[in-house]
């Protein structure tokens, strides 16, 4: 869900067209009634960043204590209403989510983010859908390393999806490291945070820069700033 009733019934509706957080607001209490720890993963648009702080005090009033930030991506439905929707502006968006990092632990909130997913385990490859070490069955029935690439039309579908159920050939179609591409990622070459962005989603970063091994802004701009702020509350936690 989209946090906010206002965001929410407007980026996710029915097939009515009606607004939906009415009814998520009800699934999270009866889930969280129930006993069970809810994650709350957000997709961000521009006009949702100026208010984190009021989103946080919505969602752990409905009990949520882990909410997942990731800022919107320019493909799927987001390209069907791209005059209605914009992508956050990257260096605003991670600047407004550090400012609210700290507040949201006063509340017993944690926030995660997929730019800083691997800070605990750096890598050359940004996730188990990139490593094939992971595969899911999506709604048309086929197996995909990417819960973002679900059906064969997908632009990257070589790379994801088990075809004619050849295992060996979709485990040939690994990636690279395209972090350490410089010819396609200049500024790459003496960046600090560097497996730890590990270069980003290929499949957003394809959305982003029509190449899946050119890195997106997005993955670049916000990995940088919130890692910055993870290591400076590492610091001070470990210097207490
Ligand atoms: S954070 Fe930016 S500069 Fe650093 S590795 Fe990632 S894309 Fe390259």
């Known amino acids: 869900m989209d946090g906010l009733p206002k965001f929410q019934d407007k980026q996710r509706v029915t097939a009515n067209d009606k607004g939906t957080s009415s009814i998520v607001e009800k699934t999270i209490n009866n889930l969280v009634e129930n006993g069970i720890n809810v994650i709350v993963r957000m997709t961000i648009t521009q006009e949702m960043i100026k208010e984190f702080k009021e989103t946080i005090d919505y969602l752990s ?20 209403n791209e005059g209605s929707l914009s992508r956050p ?10 400012e609210v990092i700290d507040y949201a632990k006063e509340k017993g909130v944690s926030i995660i983010s997929s730019t800083v997913m691997n800070a605990l385990s750096p ?15 999506t709604y048309e029935g086929v197996f995909s390393s990417c819960l973002g690439v679900q059906n064969k039309e997908h632009p990257l579908a070589d790379k994801f999806i088990v075809k004619d159920r050849d295992i060996k050939k979709w485990m040939e179609a690994k990636f690279g490291s395209y972090v350490d591409d410089y010819s396609k990622n200049n500024k790459c070459k003496n960046c600090f945070a560097k497996y ?16 899946f091994e050119k890195i997106d802004d997005m993955q670049c701009i916000p990995t940088k700033i919130i ?3 993870y290591i400076t509350n ?4 470990s210097a207490s």
């Open 227 to 229: 890692l910055k702020k």
């Open 123 to 137: 890598s050359y490859m940004f996730c188990d859908g990139v490593g094939k070490n992971k595969l899911a069955v």
């Open 61 to 80: 009033n409905l009990g949520i204590k882990i909410i997942h930030f990731e800022p919107m991506t320019m493909g799927g439905r987001a390209k069907e």
């Open 89 to 98: 502006n990257p260096e605003e968006y991670a600047n407004k989510l550090v």
């Open 234 to 237: 590492l610091y001070k936690q």
């Open 196 to 211: 730890i962005c590990a270069g980003g989603c290929p499949s957003r970063n394809f959305y982003a820069t029509e190449d």
